[in-house]
């Protein structure tokens, strides 16, 4: 990032915070924020009367606002944390970087890939840091998942699964694709390093809602390894599951199960050399091993994700989901809805 004249609270001085959106998750920001080194909730902003009273009586000494005006016109504001529903965040990040000040914004960044564009270079031109609160990648399972499929480990990677589900909470401006696979899409897109190239989907709508609540996703990545994904409003069981398998071992990340949160299992099969006289069939290696419970440092992700987002301001670095990030995964997200709009056809992303 380029010099920039605007002065930047770091060191002794912490960095002055904005809250837009106190709802349902904007609480949780409010506590990492008033707790972080480094950082200060300066003002909280949500249009619900009742909301900001909670809001005063927990951080009675922060500031408070119905308008969205006085937080981008405060004075030595340096950064906005973006929680309000999903349809206002492409106008308020445009609003927020054109007042100058760093972001981090809760998924999406916006509905359109066009429109996370625009904003991404909006970042890039203003010089701001641009963040996109996709939390899992800072969950320290998730973390672990990735180390244990170290190549040499792991071996080929033949395709992933995640099932996210539970009874709500249904969303009144998303289906439950965009509420809860960007999750899944954004850990994939990581454990991979890379972004899917077409996508095949088919969703219902068993509530009877304007909005499909129920959706089986596919993901296509190079070297043909797929992602599959299922995401559900409507089942009584609450699962959030990640599961790898490649051709030397299986990763699990179970995000529910304190206790054993990722396990993999030293076990495969593989292709090996021909079979003389065999007509080109190839004989199958299997591989059986141990199951392991690798220890996973406690941490809290959205924690671990604000203080990248601190140190990324402080330091004058991009984040791991920026822009260019999250467009990967509203691309793919883009891709999945048109897919079910066509009952299943592949789509290119």
């Keep these: ?35 972080l080194p480094g950082a200060e909730l300066a003002i909280i902003c949500d249009r619900s009367a009742d909301r900001l009273d909670l809001a005063r009586q927990r951080y009675p000494t922060v500031t408070t606002c119905r308008d969205l005006d006085p937080v981008l016109r405060r004075d030595r504001l340096d950064a906005a944390v973006i929680a309000t529903s999903a349809s206002t965040h492409e106008d308020i990040v445009k609003r927020s970087l054109e ?29 701001r840091v641009l963040m996109i609160g996709y939390t899992f990648l ?4 998730v973390r672990k998942m990735k180390e244990c499929m170290a190549a040499d480990q792991f071996g080929d990677v033949y395709y992933l699964h995640a099932t996210r589900t539970n009874l709500g909470p249904i969303r009144p ?8 696979a960007p999750h899944d899409v954004a850990i994939f897109n990581y454990l991979l390093g890379e972004q899917p190239q077409w996508a095949s989907a088919i969703g219902t709508r068993v509530l009877r809602t ?28 609450k699962v959030r599951e990640v599961v790898a398998v490649g051709s030397r071992r299986r990763v699990v ?9 990722v396990r993999y299992f030293e076990r495969g099969v ?29 941490a809290e992700p959205l924690k671990a994700q604000c203080v990248e987002f601190v140190d990324c301001i402080a330091e004058r670095r991009s984040p791991l989901a920026d822009g260019r990030f999250a467009l990967g995964v509203i691309r793919a ?7 079910i709009q066509s009952r299943g056809a592949a789509v290119d992303v």
């Design 253 to 261: 990340f179970n995000d529910l199960n304190d206790a054993e949160r």
């Design 138 to 141: 800072y969950n320290a399972g």
């Design 210 to 237: 304007t909005r499909d609540d129920i959706a089986f996703a596919t993901l296509g990545y190079a070297h043909d390894v797929v992602g599959n994904i299922h995401v559900s409003w409507a089942d009584p069981n």
């Design 173 to 180: 401006d998303v289906n439950a694709v965009w509420d809860l």
């Design 99 to 127: 007042a100058g000040l760093h972001v981090l914004v809760e998924k999406p960044m916006a509905l359109r890939a066009d429109s996370c564009t625009a904003l991404t270079g909006l970042a890039a031109a203003a010089d």
């Design 270 to 298: 593989s292709v090996g050399e021909a079979i003389a006289d065999s007509f080109g069939e190839f004989k199958l290696l299997v591989r059986d091993g141990e199951i392991v419970s690798p220890r996973v440092e406690p």
């Design 333 to 339: 997200l883009a891709a999945i809805d048109k897919s």
């Design 1 to 35: 990032m380029t010099d920039d004249p605007r002065p930047i609270n770091v060191g002794p001085v912490r960095l002055r915070i904005g809250l837009i959106g106190f709802g349902r998750w904007g609480p949780n920001y409010a506590r990492v924020l008033s707790d």
